[in-house]
């Protein structure tokens, strides 16, 4: 149910809304833990059929923060300092421009955006294989910078930052250090999208309680991760992700123009 409080809508939770958000994010930060990556392209073509943007974006910050320190740590030894801190610093000047949209925009146009980056997303991964990397290949430094822009925009309206994570995937060095490396940007970024949200009013009560029902989610995800992750590799989890994506992105694009919903 949704009320109008000074000018916003603010959402009164029932018990299977509350119920819906654990179930999402419990399935969303599994396949975190598993692969270090992927929760948001899970979780929210899910929580978008039911809730917007603006609640579901900033609630997501508090679980994402806990998970992404605790990755960093682990790896804090496996990635290069100096190569990431200035794709933080893009990501959060992509971050300003993105949470003014996310604060001004209509809800069903950043649903129609939202179902059209993930499909994208979701093609960009189901083509990776057949574009493989050249050896010697040089690398671009403006691309990295224009993809970490774009990807704190895309963060900061829907908690996506995937474009990132595609570009890192083809240039680290091995998975220890790409893991490592996402994770702290992740982190680093969180917590500058926090401070942007409390500013301008969408990290509300509605929005902590979102993120304490995502955090028990994270815990819970964390006991069924730790055995899942000696028996199913990473690889045939982000296969089997594919698919959905690019189902959701259409599904989240049909229901946006189609309903304005």
């Not at 740590?73 to 300003?96: A, E, V």
């Not at 993120?211 to 989890?237: D, F, Y």
Request: proline share 4%.
């Amino acid at each position: 149910t949704w009320q109008s409080a000074d000018g916003r809508f603010v959402m009164q939770f029932t018990w299977d809304t509350a119920l819906f958000i654990f179930l999402v994010q419990f399935l969303s930060y599994t396949v975190k833990w598993l692969i270090g990556f992927g929760n948001p392209l899970i979780s929210a073509p899910l929580l978008s059929m039911r809730l917007d943007n603006t609640l579901i974006t900033p609630g997501s910050l508090l679980p994402d923060l806990c998970i992404n320190a605790c990755i960093t740590w682990q790896n804090r030894k496996c990635f290069l300092w100096r190569r990431i801190l200035p794709l933080l610093l893009c990501m959060l000047l992509g971050d300003l421009p993105g949470t003014w949209l996310l604060r001004f925009s209509l809800p069903w146009l950043l649903k129609a955006f939202l179902g059209l980056v993930v499909l994208l997303l979701g093609l960009e991964m189901a083509t990776r294989s057949r574009r493989p990397v050249r050896q010697g290949r040089r690398e671009r430094p403006w691309l990295q910078y224009v993809i970490s822009f774009f990807s704190g925009m895309c963060s900061a309206l829907f908690g996506i930052n995937m474009f990132l994570v595609a570009y890192l995937q083809r240039t680290a060095r091995d998975y220890d250090e790409f893991k490592g490396s996402i994770c702290f940007l992740f982190l680093g970024e969180g917590l500058f999208r926090t401070i942007l949200y409390a500013c301008s009013g969408l990290l509300d009560g509605t929005a902590v309680w979102f993120g304490v029902i995502s955090l028990a989610s994270v815990l819970v995800s964390l006991c069924v991760a730790r055995p899942l992750s000696r028996h199913v590799q990473g690889s045939t989890l982000q296969q089997l992700a594919v698919g959905f994506f690019i189902l959701s992105g259409i599904s989240i694009i049909v229901k946006s123009l189609m309903l304005h919903a």
